[in-house]
Nanobody
Framework: QVQLVESGGGSVQAGGSMRLSCAAS????????MSWYRQAPGKEREFVSA???????NYADSVKGRFTISQDSAKKTVYLQMNSLKPEDTAMYYC???????????????WGQGTQVTVSS
């Protein structure tokens, strides 16, 4: 079983920076991609950024140019570098891993518990 643990959240002033980490445990031989989502109180969970198994990345328009997703060489940890933070970035940030396994590429989704990011004016 894969377990994901987010860390690095906290409070920061607008314009500041923060780096989130998502550490994965549990071995699989499946291919996978990893993503960051966020959810503010009373709002829907929204996509933030993703990095797939070949290293290609994608970003929501709202964070493009400000956030950078990356992973370590072992692909066990994914990071989200957040710069030029705005109050509207305030949310609970969740790490997601999507595994595709076997010949039929059966999909398994794993979620972390979330880490809170608060950006004040």
């Amino acid at each position: 079983q894969v377990q994901l643990v987010e860390s690095g959240g906290g409070s920061v002033q607008a314009g500041g920076s923060m780096r989130l980490s998502c550490a994965a445990s549990g071995y699989t031989d499946c291919s996978y991609d990893m993503s960051w989502y966020r959810q503010a109180p009373g709002k829907e969970r929204e996509f933030v950024s993703a990095i797939d198994s070949d290293g290609s990345t994608n970003y929501a328009d709202s964070v493009k140019g400000r956030f950078t997703i990356s992973q370590d060489s072992a692909k066990k940890t994914v990071y989200l570098q957040m710069n030029s933070l705005k109050p509207e970035d305030t949310a609970m940030y969740y790490c997601k891993r999507e595994d595709r396994c076997g010949i039929l590429k059966v999909t398994f989704n794993y979620w972390g518990q979330g880490t809170q990011v608060t950006v004040s004016s």
